[in-house]
């Protein structure tokens, strides 16, 4: 897709990698809604990002767990522009904690940020890709979506729920001409793991998994709106991680269970 002048949607877009995926569509002159709980945070980066050229950056205070609030994001947006072009579903939380030590209430509040937010922007946003035959949708998952991790499986378990929804409605939408990216980030250099729903885990690991700044993370999103592909992303080290997985699962448990 020519990002020129087109409207990119982001939620979870005050911190981590949506503040750094919003800052590197601003290379582009674009227009950015850019959704976040925290006002002073995202008043900020709109603020920024409106010093760019040829960029227009609306910053909108919603939850992505309030179906009420996305409907609310999605009208402001197209008021604003409209238009939505590219919706990336960014907003996440994260959970840790091993089986047998479940927190079932913070696990299912989890799941209506991960999953269920962001099945609800999507039907939100379909409507207008719909009338215009012409959309992206940019999933937000993560390699712990494809290869599950110790400790966190009530995380693991969120995004390989959105993958499957991912592969669902790619197939669903094609004749509407929206296209979905499913993109897939490894261990990223933000406050995330500071904001867990509970946690630190109590498996301990011996190895140190290999870290990725989220400017890097969000050029590659950007590159992803491009270039559209059916998967993406980062690193090369994160798609070897999840082909390894794949081909020799048994031998990833090894690993996994001594690291």
Same mark, same amino acid.
């Given at each position: 897709m020519n990002l020129d002048h087109k409207t990119i949607l982001i939620t979870g877009a005050s911190q981590g990698i949506g503040a750094a995926t919003?800052?590197?569509?601003?290379?582009y002159p674009v227009n950015l809604a850019l959704l976040a709980r925290s006002q002073p945070l995202i008043d900020?980066?709109?603020a920024e990002l409106n010093q760019r050229p040829?960029?227009? %950056? @609306?910053p909108i205070v919603a939850d992505v767990s309030r179906r009420e609030d996305i409907e609310a994001a999605v009208a402001q947006t197209l008021d604003a522009f409209?238009?939505?072009?590219?919706?990336?579903?960014n907003a996440g939380v994260g959970m840790s904690s091993p089986v047998g030590e479940i927190d079932y209430e913070k696990g299912r509040a989890l799941f209506d940020v991960n999953f269920w937010g962001a099945l609800m922007m999507t039907e939100a946003v379909l409507p207008s890709m719909r009338e215009r035959k012409d959309g992206l949708i940019i999933n937000i998952s993560s390699i712990?979506?494809?290869?599950?991790?110790?400790?966190?499986?009530?995380?693991?378990?969120?995004?390989? %729920? @959105?993958?499957?929804?991912?592969?669902?409605?790619?197939?669903?939408l094609k004749p509407d001409n929206v296209r979905v990216v499913s993109f897939y980030p490894g261990v990223t250099a933000t406050n995330f793991g500071d904001n867990l729903l509970t946690g630190p885990t109590s498996v301990k690991g011996k190895g140190r998994a290999k870290v990725t700044s989220a400017e890097d993370v969000g050029k590659a999103i950007v590159k992803a709106a491009i270039k559209e592909p059916r998967d993406a992303y980062?690193?090369?080290?994160?798609?070897?991680?999840?082909?390894a997985s794949t081909l020799a699962p048994w031998l990833m448990d090894r690993m996994l269970a001594r690291y």
């Open positions: 919003a800052r590197a569509f601003a290379a900020d980066l709109a040829g960029v227009q %950056a @609306l409209g238009q939505i072009d590219i919706l990336v579903n712990v979506g494809r290869r599950a991790m110790p400790g966190i499986s009530v995380y693991c378990a969120s995004k390989f %729920a @959105l993958n499957a929804f991912s592969e669902s409605i790619r197939v669903e980062p690193t090369l080290f994160d798609r070897v991680f999840v082909w």
